[in-house]
């Protein structure tokens, strides 16, 4: 069965104050895995699909980063306007398409 | 806006009754996928719709069920509500090619079951 863990559970970080999110999974035939962000009672909004190891991708201040075993979603200088609950989820090459999704980071970005 | 569209926003039923959920995809996706959402835990897959057909169930309780339609939006059916049906109910669709296989994800239904 696939699975996605993710951590921290949650992170508090100043403005302007790096850091990176993990998600290491487990799947038969990755065929992506996925980064949404995800506000307060609102749907998770797409970021990022990786496919194979050593891939990267940019979006403003976060990089996205995949190995065989985990991901890494890296903040660089983050704003306030940062703070959401990141979700990372897997997609296997075999069977249907859904996603299996991880229990998300919550990061705050404190003024 | 996301352009998968799902309706009601917000619904509080009793324990025992039945409540419907409609999704609209984006225009042109063909698979529509459903989701719970709740406090404890993380999305939790539970049925998958490709042009009218089922293609995949997850952990869905027999008492919900779902369709879709020849205009290809959904419903999610959910029956016999217990309290621990609250939740957030999430509809995504997919296209497939676009957004390397990801999903768009609707604004959700909020689920109050009292």
């Known amino acids: 069965e696939d699975q996605v863990t993710q951590s921290p559970e949650a992170l508090r970080l100043q403005e302007g104050e790096s850091s990176s999110l993990n998600c290491s999974y487990t799947v038969s035939g990755l065929r992506g895995l996925f980064w949404y962000r995800q506000d307060p009672g609102k749907g998770p909004e797409f970021l990022f699909t990786?496919?194979?190891a050593g891939e990267e991708k940019e979006k403003e201040r976060l990089k996205a980063t995949l190995t065989k075993k985990e991901s890494f979603l890296h903040i660089t200088a983050p704003k306030p306007e940062d703070s959401a609950t990141y979700l990372c989820a897997v997609q296997a090459h075999f069977g249907n398409e859904k996603l299996t999704f991880g229990t998300g980071t919550r990061l705050t970005i404190i003024p | 806006d996301s352009g998968v569209t799902q309706t009601p926003k917000h619904l509080i039923t009793a324990t025992g009754q039945r409540v419907t959920l409609r999704c609209s995809p984006r225009?042109?996706?063909?698979?529509v996928y459903w989701y719970q959402q709740s406090l404890d835990q993380g999305l939790q897959f539970l049925i998958q719709?490709?042009?009218?057909?089922?293609?995949a169930k997850g952990n869905i309780l027999e008492r919900f069920s779902a369709q879709q339609f020849p205009d290809l939006h959904s419903e999610l059916n959910l029956s016999s509500l217990e309290l621990g049906d609250s939740a957030l109910y999430f509809c995504?669709?997919?296209?497939?090619?676009?957004?390397?296989?990801?999903?768009?994800f609707g604004s959700g239904t909020r689920l109050t079951v009292v």
């Open positions: 719709y490709y042009n009218g057909e089922e293609r």
């Open positions: 990786l496919y194979s």
């Open positions: 225009s042109g996706d063909l698979s």
């Open positions: 995504a669709s997919s296209g497939g090619d676009r957004e390397g296989y990801g999903y768009t």
